[in-house]
């Protein structure tokens, strides 16, 4: 309940940051299209590979797409983390400029994603082959590498650091800065998860019409659903990023925005030793 809570005023403050520039959200949006645009093909050649029991051209396909769709939200991302510092700093975003950062980050992007896919195989291929105590160990490195990973998009947005030296450098402000407590941040997540339920409740409603015979009427809700789902994927991406943004000018010069009372970041910004 505590992280929920944490999670929850940060996301508000986020997003009041969000608000005050129509930019962060279509950045986000672009994002969330581009990222689903490019994984498209490599996931229709992975339903297709494992249907056909082709299952290292599927595992090949699979690793593609999770690759194709992590490029597309870091890209975003990386865009997002540049237009909320100019928003932070109070000037108006610009859509244009913030993609052109993104641009020229495109390699420390494309290795980012390329290191971070394989992580995330690693702990997939841990988990699937190591019983209970393989998932156990997943989860601790999936949530550690999350912890120890936040800042990433922000130090490849401002610093264009490669894959190995922006993991040091956000494990390095992690440790600096916020230990134990940084867990309470990456729970904006969790809220934008539960606040994406009703939205799936609503997809799953649409998909029981279709199957009971109401097709038009079912097609309906569930685009209903998804529209909702989308919507709130672009928010919680939106006050994610930023707030990335927020932390990183934090921890690197003491910046905060007007948004955000100062006590606030301070008290998350205990040393691991000193954590509630």
Same mark, same amino acid.
């Given at each position: 309940?505590?992280? #929920?809570?944490?999670?929850?005023?940060?996301?508000?403050?986020?997003? @009041?940051?969000?608000?005050? +520039?129509?930019?962060?959200?279509?950045?986000?949006?672009?994002?969330?299209? /581009?990222? #689903?645009?490019?994984?498209?093909?490599? #996931?229709?050649?992975a339903v297709w590979a494992f249907d056909a029991e082709k299952d290292v051209v599927g595992w090949v396909a699979s690793a593609a797409t999770c690759l194709a769709f992590y490029v597309g939200?870091?890209?975003?991302?990386?865009?997002?983390?540049?237009?909320?510092?100019?928003?932070?700093?109070?000037? +108006? @975003?610009?859509?244009?400029?913030? $993609?052109?950062?993104?641009?020229?980050?495109?390699?420390?992007?494309?290795?980012?994603?390329?290191?971070?896919?394989?992580?995330?195989?690693?702990?997939?291929?841990?988990? %699937? %082959?190591?019983?209970?105590?393989?998932?156990?160990? =997943? +989860?601790?490195?999936?949530?550690?590498?999350? #912890?120890?990973?936040?800042?990433?998009?922000?130090? !490849?947005?401002?610093?264009?650091? +490669?894959?190995?030296?922006?993991? %040091?450098?956000?494990?390095?402000?992690?440790?600096? %800065?916020?230990?134990?407590?940084?867990?309470?941040?990456?729970?904006?997540?969790?809220?934008?998860?539960?606040?994406? /339920?009703?939205?799936? @409740?609503?997809?799953?409603?649409?998909?029981? $019409?279709?199957?009971?015979?109401?097709?038009? @009427?079912?097609? =309906?809700?569930? !685009?209903?659903?998804?529209?909702?789902?989308?919507?709130?994927a672009v928010a919680g991406r939106a006050a994610s990023a930023t707030f990335g943004a927020i932390l990183y000018g934090y921890a690197t010069n003491g910046e905060v925005p007007a948004t955000?009372?100062?006590?606030?970041?301070?008290?998350?910004?205990?040393?691991?030793?000193?954590?509630?």
């Open positions: 309940m505590r992280r #929920l809570t944490r999670g929850w005023r940060y996301a508000r403050q986020s997003l @009041a940051i969000v608000r005050q +520039d129509g930019a962060l959200t279509a950045l986000a949006a672009i994002g969330l299209a /581009l990222g #689903l645009g490019l994984a498209a093909g490599p #996931l229709v050649v939200l870091t890209y975003s991302g990386v865009a997002i983390a540049s237009a909320a510092a100019e928003v932070i700093g109070g000037r +108006d @975003a610009h859509m244009t400029a913030s $993609l052109g950062v993104a641009a020229r980050r495109l390699r420390p992007i494309l290795g980012w994603c390329v290191f971070g896919t394989l992580v995330a195989l690693v702990l997939a291929v841990v988990r %699937k %082959k190591g019983g209970r105590a393989g998932s156990l160990v =997943a +989860d601790v490195g999936g949530e550690t590498w999350s #912890l120890v990973t936040f800042l990433a998009v922000p130090i !490849i947005a401002f610093e264009g650091l +490669d894959p190995v030296s922006t993991l %040091k450098r956000s494990a390095s402000l992690f440790r600096q %800065k916020w230990g134990e407590q940084m867990g309470g941040t990456v729970s904006i997540s969790l809220v934008f998860g539960l606040f994406s /339920l009703p939205a799936l @409740a609503v997809v799953f409603a649409g998909i029981a $019409l279709v199957v009971e015979g109401s097709r038009p @009427a079912g097609f =309906a809700v569930a !685009i209903v659903g998804l529209l909702a789902l989308a919507a709130v955000i009372p100062r006590a606030e970041l301070e008290n998350v910004a205990l040393p691991a030793s000193a954590a509630p």
